[in-house]
């Protein structure tokens, strides 16, 4: 049983875990229209291949007897872990708003905070910056995913 729980201190077996759950949750999102088959499912496809190679290196790492327990924080490493917590609240947040208010609103508002989150210059001069940024980003995003791509981006719930 402690070897079990080990695993989980292992970097390869935990990025396996999270690659394949992230794979499960975006395969169980295609459609059944073109444009959301072949992007979702090769991506899916993809996270899932990577997946079971963290997963099989993992294993072999445990019948070989050098299981390395290399997930651990430091001090040192603390303002980092906040700052990702932080981006992972900004993302699932992302989500909620892509899902009410569509692509427009949503992706903008993401990169506007965070790069405002995450520049060090916080000054106004620095905000008007980063949502010039943010704009042009999602505008150049837009142009690529909808007319090279062909991907289709999600529309507002509310408005839509």
């Not at 899916?44 to 997946?51: D, M, N, P, R």
């Amino acid at each position: 049983m402690t070897k079990f729980l080990k695993m989980f201190r292992d970097s390869d077996f935990v990025t396996g875990l999270l690659l394949f759950a992230i794979a499960t949750i975006s395969y169980s999102g295609t459609g059944d229209n073109m444009k959301d088959w072949v992007f979702p499912l090769m991506a899916s496809y993809t996270l899932f291949v990577i997946s079971i190679a963290f997963l099989l290196k993992s294993a072999l790492k445990v019948l070989n007897g050098k299981l390395m327990i290399d997930l651990t924080v430091t001090r040192e490493q603390l303002p980092s872990v906040i700052n990702v917590g932080f981006f992972c609240f900004f993302v699932l947040c992302y989500l909620f708003i892509l899902f009410a208010f569509g692509f427009w609103v949503a992706s903008p508002l993401l990169l506007w905070v965070s790069i405002t989150y995450f520049n060090p210059d916080k000054s106004a001069l620095s905000f008007a910056k980063s949502l010039l940024i943010s704009l042009v980003a999602c505008g150049v995003a837009y142009v690529v995913f909808t007319y090279i791509f062909y991907v289709p981006f999600p529309q507002s719930r509310l408005f839509g």
